[in-house]
């Protein structure tokens, strides 16, 4: 090749090589679109305008003067009072010793320890910036429980700085952290009850740990599991006649104002609840097939009102209420975020048969919310029985605990 031609192909590489960058430099790929938030999975294009969303807790402090207790109504006979205050996001409570209460929290990260003299209430973070943990008690114990930690407080009462004993890996928790905020317990047999909710909204599960409730002994083996297609449930107890589990589990979002119901159930062993393929024990999904859908599915005790949040249970044994309330179950229903019309906010008693038989749910709590204009102030989520038979009620929004008192 002579030197013209070597110049010619020199410059013809170069202008390509140039123009080639040039090109590359002026049109980046486009950034990837971020994806919807997680509460928006499963929401149909026909409702993509939706105003709908969950409702964000108050996370700062509100003191006992002002929060509107007037507004709250009971029975009659029954009285209310703000027991504990300045506990932003407060969820469940578990009992220790000695005037020791541990309430867990969601987006904070924390477990408060509430300190009871029988006339203050005074109290302490005793742990934060964990994953959405919660807390429960035996023999001494205390145990933290996180969406990706199990943490054991030994002898906490008469050491509140102890250092915690880790059985994370001994636990093996799924990762996914979608609907894995955990309300446990231990039951009457000793062992540690803990659910594990769908990672979605709707979906076919990635992997069968999930829509599952397990149990554990205390120190992290045995792990069994007890039933299957629970999508997400968050309170349990065990009735105080047959010993058997009863819980709360939360319905599917997006699929109408009055479909599907949240469930009041009863736990039989290795039974099938339905998701992701059956709501409510008899409502097949419409996104999410499956021949004869809800065939086999174990049925609820009663329907507890479609996206009304039903949380904390908890079967009354004390013997401070009338007798009518012995061995019925109390359920707090946060509210209803995924729908036009509001419901819950309130707690309301399920009175059945030991059996699960002529379910009747009725209101006890009310007042947080005005029916007329929609607006409420306070979302009760969680009961914890006093040993003088006296009724604990979190109210997360406003992070105070009210006592339930009743005198003749």
Known sequence: MNNYLRAISGLGLALAFGMSAQAQTAAPAAPAAAPPPAWKQGMPASMANSTLAPLPAKLTATKAADVPIDKIKLPPGFKVEVWADSIPGSRAIAEGEGGKYYVGTRPLGRIYEITDDGKTRTSRVLIDKLNQPTATYK???????????????????????????????KFNFPPLPHHNWKYVAFGPDGKLYVPFGAPCNICELPTPEYAQIRRYNADGSGMEVLATGVRNTVGFDWHPVTKELWFSNHGRDWMGDDTPNDTMNRLKLKANYGFPYCHQGNLPDPDIKKADACSGV??????????????????????????????????????????????????????????????????????????????????????????????????????????VTYQK
């Open 298 to 403: 174990e049925q609820p005790v009663a329907l507890m009102g479609p996206h009304a949040s039903s949380m904390g249970v908890k079967f009354y044994t004390g013997d401070m209420f009338p007798p009518e309330y012995k061995n019925v179950l109390f359920n707090a229903r946060k509210g209803s975020w995924n729908r036009t019309k509001k419901i819950g906010f309130d707690v309301v008693t399920v009175r059945a048969d030991a059996d699960g038989k002529n379910a009747k749910v009725e209101p006890f709590m009310t007042g947080f919310m005005n029916e007329a204009d929609q607006s409420w102030w306070g979302r009760p989520a969680y009961l914890h029985q006093m040993k003088d038979g006296s009724l604990l009620v979190a109210d997360e929004q406003n992070g105070v605990i009210y006592r």
């Open 139 to 169: 023999d001494g114990s205390l145990y933290v429980v996180a969406v990706d930690k199990v943490l054991r407080f030994d002898d906490i009462v008469k050491n509140p700085n102890a250092t915690p004993v880790d059985l994370t890996a």
